[in-house]
């Protein structure tokens, strides 16, 4: 009777272990810089997960540490920081940010030497990682995005260097084919990034997911000159991408705003820009899963959240949540899925082979 009880205690316990979660699959989650206390300066401040349903509702927010040894912050006044990307696996949300308290002056402006640069990771229980940092890349300027294959590999992407490989290997530029670079993601097996610099700005492509080389980062996507890139999503085929333009729509030009593009017979080709407004967009994430892919984005005002059903060239986007009063919204993307947990007949078995194995350490002491 009393290992019975044992059992049951077990099962119980681990089963209420894994029913925790601080954020629900399909949730949106955004990236907000500010605790609504103070205006926001270029000293390092406050970061914050937010997590919405799709309908723009609030659910809660998630905390990132402003002090200590895991402390990871971003530049209040820097837009161009705060990207957010899930991981590979789709288990965590990974952030980039400065390693230093909250308050620190300038802190863009900062020597790595001195704060160094880091690559935070947030489970689907709230639980925050400082995962990696470095004090040679990204100083003196602007830490923005970072992504990881979920198997203790991490990259960045700054203002400058190019994309740089953070992992348990040696750090150090896997490729500087584009030096200054915006929002970096591990997609399929290989990285992506956008850049807004030079003339060909736009998505690049680097094969695999290199730690180390020099590494050629090939231009995917072109959007030409004028274009301000940041986020960008991929169905599952690679047959068609949006990408958040921060340059403010306008009806004239027909551009800024979240552009489609599709990859056909001769390349990918530029459809059309969906408005958000006069709005740009820094933050993206697609739900591609119906027959109209919904596109979820927030503003380069770092003030809405939209989103935008693509029916064509003409939908323009529902306006679902705003910051509040000194914050500001930046990074977003789904939230990130729990980990698959053994069934109940697992842990059953886990707990009766336990017993068993008490039983058996029992009869051999007798």
């Given at each position: 009777m009393k290992n019975k009880i044992l059992l049951t205690t077990l099962i119980s316990t681990l089963a209420a272990s894994a029913a925790h979660a601080q954020f629900t699959a399909g949730d949106l989650v955004v990236l907000q810089e500010g605790n609504g206390l103070a205006a926001l300066t270029s000293a390092g401040t406050p970061i914050f997960l937010d997590q919405f349903t799709t309908s723009g509702t609030f659910v809660n927010s998630v905390a990132i540490p402003t002090n200590g040894v895991s402390a990871l912050v971003n530049s209040g006044t820097?837009?161009?920081?705060?990207?957010?990307?899930?991981?590979?696996?789709?288990?965590?949300?990974?952030?980039?940010?400065?390693?230093?308290?909250?308050?620190?002056?300038?802190?863009?402006?900062?020597?790595?030497?001195?704060?160094?640069?880091?690559?935070?990771?947030?489970?689907?229980?709230?639980?925050?990682?400082?995962?990696?940092?470095?004090?040679?890349?990204?100083?003196?300027?602007?830490?923005?995005?970072?992504?990881?294959?979920?198997?203790?590999?991490?990259?960045?992407?700054?203002?400058?260097?190019?994309?740089?490989?953070?992992?348990?290997?040696?750090?150090?530029?896997?490729?500087?084919?584009?030096?200054?670079?915006?929002?970096?993601?591990?997609?399929?097996?290989?990285?992506?990034?956008?850049?807004?610099?030079?003339?060909?700005?736009?998505?690049?492509?680097?094969?695999?997911?290199?730690?180390?080389?020099?590494?050629?980062?090939?231009?995917?996507?072109?959007?030409?000159?004028?274009?301000?890139?940041?986020?960008?999503?991929?169905?599952?085929?690679?047959t068609v991408a949006y990408i958040a333009d921060s340059d403010n729509y306008t009806t004239a030009s027909g551009i800024g705003g979240v552009e489609k593009w599709t990859n056909g017979v001769s390349g990918w080709g530029f459809d059309y820009s969906l408005s958000l407004g006069t709005n740009g967009a820094v933050g993206l994430a697609v739900d591609f899963s119906g027959a109209n892919p919904i596109i979820y984005a927030t503003s380069t005002s770092g003030t809405n959240l939209f989103d935008i059903v693509d029916t064509g060239s003409t939908a323009t986007g529902t306006l679902l949540a705003t910051a509040g009063a000194n914050e500001a919204f930046r990074g977003l993307d789904f939230a990130p899925q729990a980990a698959p947990e053994p069934s109940a007949f697992a842990l059953a078995g886990c707990g009766l082979a336990a017993l068993a194995g008490c039983r058996r350490f029992k009869k051999r002491k007798s």
């Open positions: 820097a837009s161009s920081e705060g990207g957010l990307n899930l991981s590979a696996d789709g288990q965590y949300l990974v952030l980039a940010g400065y390693n230093t308290s909250a308050g620190t002056a300038s802190v863009a402006n900062s020597t790595s030497s001195a704060v160094p640069r880091g690559v935070g990771t947030v489970d689907a229980s709230g639980n925050f990682i400082l995962a990696t940092t470095t004090s040679s890349f990204f100083s003196a300027n602007n830490i923005r995005s970072g992504t990881t294959d979920g198997n203790g590999n991490f990259w960045a992407a700054g203002a400058v260097g190019g994309a740089i490989y953070m992992g348990a290997g040696t750090p150090g530029a896997v490729s500087t084919t584009s030096a200054n670079n915006r929002i970096i993601q591990d997609i399929g097996g290989n990285l992506y990034f956008s850049t807004g610099s030079g003339s060909t700005r736009g998505i690049y492509e680097i094969s695999g997911t290199p730690t180390s080389g020099a590494n050629t980062a090939v231009s995917l996507i072109n959007l030409g000159g004028s274009a301000s890139p940041y986020d960008f999503a991929f169905n599952s085929g690679m």
